[in-house]
């Protein structure tokens, strides 16, 4: 569905560490990706390399300070690893559903939950909305309700490398951002993410913390509990070669969404995410919403067909109100996710697609919607 796509260069950067000996973690390969990536995002932003985007998400909350027993605003709809972190520390994650235009956090259900929470004297410590297959959330509605409220806003920015509103990306759109470069994502050091802030000093506690926590002394003093979560000097080799293929890996992905549109749109049922004026999507994964009292087929219909012919395809992310591990955790929803995860799904959307591989997906989606 959405497969590792090395651009050529990648194996230089990695060598040149095998030449130098940098085999360890941190290391010059480190520096150059995070320089590319603060270049790449702009407005001024401060980025830290590490092990994964889950890292960074639970180094965010820490760094906003979210202790043991308090709640954190967490968008429902998204891959688990948005919301883990927040058990990690010990705090209770209360979700949020999402609105129709863009499948990510909605602004109005986030202000009926920060309400509710401080009425009952939980005012949330932090709020995490995602940005779902590349599609940027409605930040600027999200960022003025947190600051009417004074709640910081950490930004789950794992799928949208590349994305933006109005010319500003995603990854610098909230007080913190988390970006991944897992195997799966639009770019990827083979596993690996990073932090990014317009505060600089945010930052360096993030490398701070994410090195173990060391004081400055010869010896080993820590005055705080650190992690082992800094990205490898090899994977940011592997990193480094890929930012020089970023703007071709988007202009493909878009172009492949731009295929199952022009395929599929005006065919009874078929329903997709556009772009809100000004909103800019990295179409991370082509996804289709197909309502099944109108197309004659479900979305397990397609899924099913596609698999018989061993093409991967996936049902959108469940929500994670749904999910048995968050049991009990507050939800504040008008069904909209629900109705996605029923009806959604993600198509075939790597980079590295043949024209003859796309061909078998469409003979096959073909067969199937009418
Ligand atoms: C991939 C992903 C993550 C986690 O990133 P890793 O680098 O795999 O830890 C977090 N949130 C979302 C929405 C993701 O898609």
């Known amino acids: 569905m959405s497969s590792p796509h090395m651009g050529g260069t990648e194996e230089n950067f990695v060598k040149e560490a095998f030449t130098t000996n940098w085999i360890a973690p941190l290391g010059p390969n480190v520096n150059g990706f995070e320089n590319d990536l603060e270049l790449f995002l702009g407005r001024g932003s401060h980025v830290a390399a590490l092990s994964s985007g889950t890292a960074g998400l639970h180094l965010g909350l820490v760094l ?3 202790r043991a027993g308090d709640e954190v605003i967490c ?4 891959f688990s690893a948005t919301a883990n972190p927040i058990s990690y520390i010990g705090a209770v994650p209360v979700f949020v559903d999402s609105e129709v235009d863009t499948w ?4 109005v259900l986030l202000e009926e939950a920060i309400k ?3 009425s009952k004297g939980k005012k949330p410590k932090a709020i995490v909305p995602v940005h779902l297959y590349g599609m940027p959330a409605k930040m600027p509605e999200i960022n003025e309700v947190a600051r009417k409220y004074g709640i910081p806003v950490l930004e789950d920015a794992a799928e949208a490398l590349g994305s933006s ?3 500003q990306r995603c990854g610098t759109l909230a007080d913190i951002s988390v970006l991944s470069f897992n195997g799966n994502k639009i770019i990827t050091t083979s596993g690996g993410g990073a932090l990014v802030s317009a505060n600089e000093s945010v930052v360096k506690d993030a490398r701070f913390l994410a090195t173990q926590a060391r004081d400055e002394a010869p010896h080993y003093q820590h005055s705080r509990i650190g992690y082992n979560y800094r990205m490898s000097n090899l994977c940011a080799g592997v990193g480094r070669g890929q930012m020089q293929v970023l703007a071709d890996r988007i202009a493909k992905r878009r172009e492949i969404y731009g295929k199952y549109h022009t395929l599929l749109s005006g065919r009874k049922g078929i329903a997709f995410c556009n772009e809100p004026a000004g909103y800019f999507s990295n179409r991370w994964l082509s996804t289709i919403l197909i309502d099944p009292a109108l197309a004659g087929v479900s979305r397990e219909d397609l899924r099913l067909a596609l698999e018989k012919e061993n093409i991967e395809s996936r049902p959108l992310w469940k929500p994670m109100h749904m999910q048995p591990v968050f049991d009990g ?5 008008d069904g909209t996710s629900e109705r996605l995860f029923a009806n959604g799904l ?3 959307s790597g980079s590295n697609m043949t024209d003859e591989e796309m061909a078998r997906v469409f003979e096959v989606i073909n067969s199937v919607i009418k």
């Open 116 to 118: 509710d929470r401080i």
């Open 104 to 107: 990510n956090m909605s602004p």
């Open 165 to 167: 509103i109005h010319g």
């Open 64 to 66: 906003l300070g979210v």
């Open 75 to 78: 968008q429902s709809m998204t």
């Open 346 to 348: 993600c198509l075939p």
């Open 329 to 333: 955790s507050p939800f504040f929803g």
